[in-house]
C-alpha cells in the first residue's frame, strides 16, 4: 500500500520547509551567539577605558555630546555642600 503521489509531494514539501527552517534557525543562533561575545568584548573594553579616564580625571560624569565632564560627587561632599549653604 502507498499513500497518492499528491500526498507524498505535500509530505516531502513541509519536510523541506521545515529543514530549511531549522537551518536558518541554526545560523541565526550562530550570529547570535558571534554578537553576544562582541557586547561581550565591548563592554569590557568600556570598562577598562572607563579606569582609564578615571585615572586621569577622577570620578566624573562625561556628556557624550559635547565631551564636556563634571566630577561626581560623593554623599560626603554633598553633605559638607549642604551644611556650608
Avoid at 585615572?55 to 554633598?78: F, H, M, N, R
Wanted: hydrophobic share 35%; glycine share 4%; aromatic share 4%.
Amino acid at each position: 500500500m502507498k499513500i497518492t503521489e499528491e500526498q507524498l509531494k505535500k509530505i516531502n514539501e513541509q519536510q523541506s520547509a521545515l529543514v530549511e527552517i531549522i537551518n536558518r534557525i541554526g545560523m541565526i543562533e550562530t550570529e547570535k551567539h558571534s554578537l553576544l561575545h562582541k557586547v561581550a568584548e565591548i563592554n569590557k573594553e568600556t570598562e577598562e577605558f572607563k579606569l582609564e579616564l578615571e585615572k586621569q580625571y577622577g570620578a566624573v560624569t562625561i556628556d557624550l555630546s559635547t565631551g564636556d565632564y563634571e566630577p561626581i560627587k560623593t554623599e560626603v561632599e554633598d553633605a559638607i555642600e549642604d551644611q556650608e549653604d
